[in-house]
């Protein structure tokens, strides 16, 4: 079994990076080594409860690996949690975790565990999982600068005045 978890303070909303992080179609566009996602079903299953359920294609070179996967999204408890359910992997299962420290700014929580099933596929596969997931945190971090920079500059000036 492989875990990795990091921690990271971050200068945007908690609720823009929650956000961020449940828009799984756009992962392809940021995530490093994620090469599709397609969209099986998403719905609300009660206020602040978002369940969305994808599946997902990883890789490197020629080397790719499919799984599907349901992401249950709780803004009132403000994390993220995501199972695979198919595919190459016994389990994978990840955390994402927002703790607001003032208006602007989060500390972000990830971590992930994850085996699987056969032996030469982990051999293989362990690399290319190991080093999309060491860099999601920052893959994420570059993302919200793309999109919420413009944002946090006009607040933090509207402040100033």
């Known amino acids: 079994m492989t875990s990795i978890q990091t921690t990271k303070?971050?200068?945007?909303?908690?609720?823009?990076?929650?956000?961020?992080?449940?828009?799984?179609?756009?992962?392809?566009?940021?995530?490093?080594?994620c090469r599709?996602?397609?969209?099986?079903?998403?719905?609300?299953?009660?206020?602040?409860?978002?369940?969305?359920?994808?599946?997902?294609?990883v890789g490197f070179s020629v080397f790719?690996?499919?799984?599907?996967?349901?992401?249950?999204?709780d803004a009132i408890g403000r994390q993220i949690s995501i199972e695979a359910?198919?595919?190459?992997?016994?389990?994978?299962?990840?955390?994402?975790?927002?703790?607001?420290?003032?208006?602007?700014?989060?500390?972000?929580?990830?971590?992930?565990?994850?085996?699987?099933?056969?032996p030469v596929l982990a051999a293989v596969a362990s690399r290319v999982f190991g080093a999309m997931f060491g860099e999601i945190l920052n893959a994420f971090e570059r993302r919200a600068a793309q999109l919420f920079s413009d944002r946090n500059c006009g607040a933090a000036a509207h402040r100033r005045r």
């Open 9 to 33: 303070f971050v200068g945007y909303r908690w609720l823009d990076l929650f956000n961020l992080v449940l828009d799984v179609k756009s992962y392809p566009e940021f995530v490093p080594r």
């Open 36 to 57: 599709a996602v397609r969209l099986l079903s998403r719905r609300m299953t009660e206020p602040g409860m978002t369940i969305v359920v994808s599946r997902m294609t």
């Open 64 to 73: 790719e690996v499919d799984y599907a996967n349901r992401t249950i999204a």
């Open 85 to 118: 359910l198919d595919g190459p992997l016994r389990f994978l299962n990840a955390a994402w975790r927002f703790e607001p420290l003032d208006e602007d700014h989060t500390q972000l929580h990830f971590s992930v565990d994850y085996e699987f099933s056969n």
